[in-house]
């Protein structure tokens, strides 16, 4: 995000003076292809879609395996709820996407670039083709790059809307004009990708950092963050906080201080609860767990994700089932249906929720819940099912109580679940009746 | 009313074709010469955040405002600018005024009125506006 707010997105000038397409420059007339790779990977750059798999690794596999031809593809089907970090990034500093994806070319021997975006991003789309248009005006993107012989294009294809777009081999199959649907791996796409052909997956914000890697250096970027996660993490807040927004800090900073420093504190000073990290497929964490610091380690070690840096926050006055239900509704909705572990599972998981939050619950269901998340995270063909269940790990580990008051007492403490609430009409107040809610 | 000749910056790129890193670094030099340039002749920079976050609550109006105000005061001296969003989402529009040799001031949650008396106050008066 280093450019981002201090430059105009639609003038590559304003790229250019903030050092725009140097690091290709020298990358494509000074260094080996491998050269590159190894100081991607000694930077330890790690992927900022979710999973954290080392990215120099990723260009090196992709970099070896044998095809006819190869390919570069941008994961920018930011579909997580509660993310807009790439957003951000390719409204802000479109250029900065479209350098890395040319380094990644020339590093992996590739001389086309595919952006997968979400369609809902308008603006970001407008200013990305104003970006490649300027550049290949100037010759920074197209033929013969700086006299070197290299040649590579930027296209873009637009998503439709579905979140399971943003796993890779479903994304692949998109950009092919198929279905959207996950593919068994492996083979995996450094190998078999577009086409069949070897395909690099690297999500917006990994490729955001690799020309100021090249440019300041591997050793520069370790000194970014933790040992074993360095540099920064972009984070998007929202929820209760005071302050919802964006912000990029050193991986491993401790969630109470994105919290309360970043985020201005809790809305109304009301007490912290839960905090989503990760996205939905993410974990939730509770209050006891505000110092962890946000790292993919340090989650991994806790049963929790990092995943793409959403950071939802909620208070007090929010019921956990109601937000596990909530969520399983999501994913519910958005499973593609290919395997039966995810296309049932999130629909059982779903009813199960449903029946506690009516005051219906057994705590035969706690155990049900446990098993059939089990069951998914083995067996669902990729991470949308896999991870699907991970709120519900997290919650029946840290918020065991609250399921057992649904259950045992038939209450819902905090009033959400409306089936547990008994409402009396009162006198009216404030002008405005309260009526009961049957 | 004087002609108002605010320097809005372009990018007309004239056939500029880039073919080594030298050649970059040039451009790179002369673009920057010419912003200190214009810069100083224009004294006071406006850089309105027009992410999408911004433009939904209204950016686009903001600046049409702060144009429509400068316009209407003469105020010839003027730098305008747009950027991507900040991060910043929660207190967008939001609006940053950099008058030379001062510190960059950003005004958030703006609204057309409240953008008007940032012109009045901190560019023609020289006040910055504590609270918006």
């Not at chain 1, 407008?126 to 197209?142: S, V, Y």
């Not at chain 1, 791996?185 to 577009?194: I, M």
Request: aromatic letters at 6%.
């Amino acid at each position: 995000m280093r450019n981002c707010g201090h430059i105009d997105p639609e003038n590559i000038k304003d790229y250019i003076t903030r050092d725009g397409y140097q690091a290709l420059g020298t990358v494509v007339t000074e260094l080996k292809p491998i050269e590159v790779i190894e100081i991607i990977e000694q930077s330890g750059l790690r992927g900022r879609g979710g999973a954290g798999f080392p990215t120099g690794l990723k260009w090196k596999f992709t970099h070896q395996a044998a095809g006819k031809e190869k390919y570069v593809v941008a994961n920018a089907d930011e579909g997580e709820p509660g993310t807009s970090k790439d957003r951000l990034i390719m409204e802000g500093d479109p250029h900065s996407l479209l350098e890395a994806m040319a380094i990644a070319g020339y590093a992996i021997g590739a001389n086309t670039g595919y952006i997968y975006i979400r369609g809902e991003y308008q603006l970001a789309i407008k200013r990305l083709k104003i970006a490649i248009a300027q550049a290949k005006e100037m010759g920074l993107l197209g033929e013969n790059l700086f006299d070197s012989g290299f040649n590579f294009e930027i296209k873009i294809r637009e998503g439709a809307g579905a979140y399971v777009c943003g796993e890779e081999t479903a994304l692949l199959k998109s950009i092919e004009g198929e279905r959207g649907e996950p593919q068994v791996k492996p083979p995996y796409p450094t190998n078999e990708g577009l086409w069949g052909q070897p395909t690099l997956i690297n999500n917006v914000e990994t490729l955001a950092n690799i020309a100021v890697i090249i440019r300041e250096g591997a050793e520069w970027f370790n000194e970014i963050g933790t040992e074993g996660c360095p540099g920064t993490k972009v984070f998007t807040l929202s929820g209760d906080v005071e302050n919802e927004g964006i912000i990029e800090l050193p991986m491993g900073t401790p969630l109470r201080r994105i919290i309360e420093g970043f985020g201005g504190g809790m809305v109304d000073d009301k007490e912290f609860k839960v905090a989503q990290s990760g996205g939905s497929s993410g974990g939730c964490m509770p209050k006891e767990l505000l110092d962890t610091p946000m790292d993919y380690d340090s989650l991994a070690e806790i049963g929790m994700t990092l995943g793409s840096g959403a950071l939802l926050v909620m208070d007090e006055t929010h019921c956990i089932v109601d937000i596990a239900k909530c969520l399983m509704q999501f994913f519910k909705h958005e499973s593609c249906g290919k395997c039966v572990p995810c296309r049932e599972g999130n629909k059982r998981l779903y009813n199960r929720l449903d029946k506690i939050s009516k005051g219906e619950g057994e705590l035969e269901d706690l155990e049900r819940l446990r098993d059939l998340a089990d069951t998914m995270s083995k067996t669902a063909l990729c991470g949308l099912g896999q991870m699907a269940p991970t709120s519900i790990y997290t919650t029946l580990k840290y918020f065991k109580d609250e399921y057992l008051t649904h259950i045992e007492d038939n209450n819902c403490t905090t009033g959400s679940c409306r089936g547990l609430v008994d409402l009396e009409v009162q006198d009216k107040r404030g002008g405005k009746d309260y009526g009961n809610n049957n | 009313m004087a002609e108002v000749k605010r320097v809005k910056r372009t990018c007309e790129l004239e056939n500029k074709r880039i073919n080594s890193l030298r050649e970059l670094n040039d451009f790179k030099e002369e673009i920057r010469e010419e912003r200190v340039g214009n810069q100083k002749r224009a004294g006071v920079r406006i850089t309105t955040a027009m992410g999408s976050c911004g433009i939904a609550v209204g950016a686009q109006e903001i600046l049409e405002a702060i144009s429509d105000e400068l316009t209407t005061r003469g105020l010839e001296d003027i730098s305008i600018h747009n950027t991507g969003c900040i991060g910043l989402c929660e207190q967008e529009p939001l609006v940053k005024i950099k008058i030379e040799d001062q510190p960059a001031v950003f005004y958030g949650n703006l609204t057309p009125e409240l953008a008007r008396e940032v012109v009045k106050n901190h560019i023609v008066d020289n006040q910055i506006i504590a609270s918006c």
